[in-house]
């Protein structure tokens, strides 16, 4: 089973800053199989990103993702309010999909 | 508008059923895979199953492989988990969500909770 290891496990920002969230998995994933979520408290999660770099219907330009192999980034340009919430990542390979375990990203 | 409304969770004794449904509105239902996902109290997401939009294919996390089965009724728009062999660690809010790789479309999930 591929393990994703999400880090910081919160990152304490300000409104306006860039927050640059890390994925990791424990073997290789096929950009096309990496999906970025974010949850806020008492919602069910949103897709923001799949294929590793693709943004979801609806998604602001602000959120881009990157990366290749074992490492992904979620990048958030400028945090709006709204942004501070939970981000999690998942892979999908092998009919299986497994999540990290997520990054809280807080107002500072 | 695209719904999903999942129904069925509650309290139940280790070791015992439940099954849960799942309601699609809004979209073709028969055009897509379906997956479950849940959240323990607290804690991070966990995936649990995926079923292909005919119903050929099911794959399963290794934590409920065995003990839960994912299926659908493209007729009556709804997926199901049929949960069995329940556990405390089983307790957790229960999304359903569309999507053939990626879940990219949630409910608002139903609560199941194990507990004697």
Not at chain 1, 46 to 60: C, E, K
Not at chain 2, 89 to 111: H, I, M, N, Q, S
Request: charged share 15%; with cysteine; aromatic share 12%.
């Amino acid at each position: 089973e591929i393990v994703l290891t999400q880090s910081p496990g919160t990152l304490s920002l300000s409104p306006g800053e860039r927050a640059t969230l890390s994925c990791r998995a424990s073997q290789s994933v096929s950009s096309n199989y990496l999906a970025w979520y974010q949850q806020k408290p008492g919602q069910a999660p949103r897709l923001l990103i799949y294929g590793a770099s693709t943004r979801a219907p609806g998604i602001p330009d602000r959120f881009s993702g990157s990366g290749s192999g074992t490492d992904f980034t979620l990048t958030i340009s400028r945090l709006e309010p709204e942004d501070f919430a939970v981000y999690y990542c998942q892979q999908y390979v092998d009919s299986r999909g497994t999540f990290g375990q997520g990054t809280k990203v807080e107002i500072k | 508008q695209m719904q999903l409304v999942e129904a069925g969770g509650g309290v139940v004794q280790p070791g015992r059923s439940l099954r849960l449904s799942c309601a699609a509105s809004g979209f073709t239902f028969s055009g897509y895979g379906m997956h479950w996902v849940r959240q323990a109290p607290g804690k991070g997401l966990e995936w649990v199953a995926i079923i292909g939009s005919d119903g050929s294919n099911e794959y399963y996390a290794d934590s409920v492989r065995g003990r839960f089965t994912i299926s659908r009724d493209n007729s009556k728009n709804t997926l199901y988990l049929q949960m069995n062999s329940l556990r405390v660690e089983d307790t957790a809010v229960y999304y359903c969500a569309r999507g053939d790789l990626f879940p990219g479309y949630w409910g608002k999930g139903t609560l199941v909770t194990v507990s004697s």
